[in-house]
């Protein structure tokens, strides 16, 4: 199991910097596949975030 930091959450679960970060990257390249956990600060909570599509 491995730890993230996020630097902002929305409540309904999108976090900043989901996808293309480099936890995310580092994340995705270890085999077997880890199971991650986001860690978050109360005071980094966000009404909303809006998710772009990455391409």
Do not use: E, K, V
Not at 11 to 18: F, K, S
Not at 20 to 49: C, E, K, V
């Amino acid at each position: 199991m491995r730890l993230a930091p996020c630097a902002g959450r929305s409540a309904d679960g999108y976090r900043l910097g989901q996808g293309g970060g480099y936890f995310d990257r580092a994340l995705a390249n270890l085999t077997p596949a880890p199971h991650a956990i986001g860690i978050w600060l109360l005071q980094s909570r966000m009404a909303t975030i809006h998710p772009s599509r990455m391409t």
